[in-house]
């Protein structure tokens, strides 16, 4: 199930729907440095903008299995870690967010990417 809702949020976001466009340039001449990062930016976005969504499924679901199995304590610890890994998972793509974003602030001129 979770393969088939990546593979509809990708092929939503080939179509534009999410980002305009994951590869800024068309063909070998036209990329440059800019591009480079701006394809960097483009890929952490997206990255991103499906982390949020599937660390709070992996929150809800582990909540739902710490509600069913709260009479037996394997599956309750197992809840628990779920939801740390959730949480934990999203810290880090939010963190690495963060520094990707701050160096490109330092390395692009802002008037060619939006940062």
Not at 9 to 16: D, I, K, W
Not at 22 to 39: A, E, I, R
């Amino acid at each position: 199930m979770i393969n088939q809702i990546l593979l509809a949020v990708t092929a939503f976001a080939a179509e534009g729907g999410l980002l305009p466009e994951l590869v800024p340039c068309k063909g070998k001449t036209q990329c440059d440095y800019n591009s480079f990062l701006l394809l960097v930016k483009n890929i952490f976005d997206f990255v991103t903008l499906i982390a949020a969504p599937l660390a709070t499924l992996g929150i809800v679901w582990g909540g739902v299995l710490m509600v069913l199995g709260a009479n037996n304590a394997a599956k309750r610890s197992q809840a628990i870690s779920m939801i740390w890994t959730s949480v934990i998972g999203l810290v880090i793509v939010l963190a690495s967010y963060l520094i990707v974003h701050t160096i490109l602030g330092a390395l692009v001129k802002p008037e060619f990417i939006k940062i």
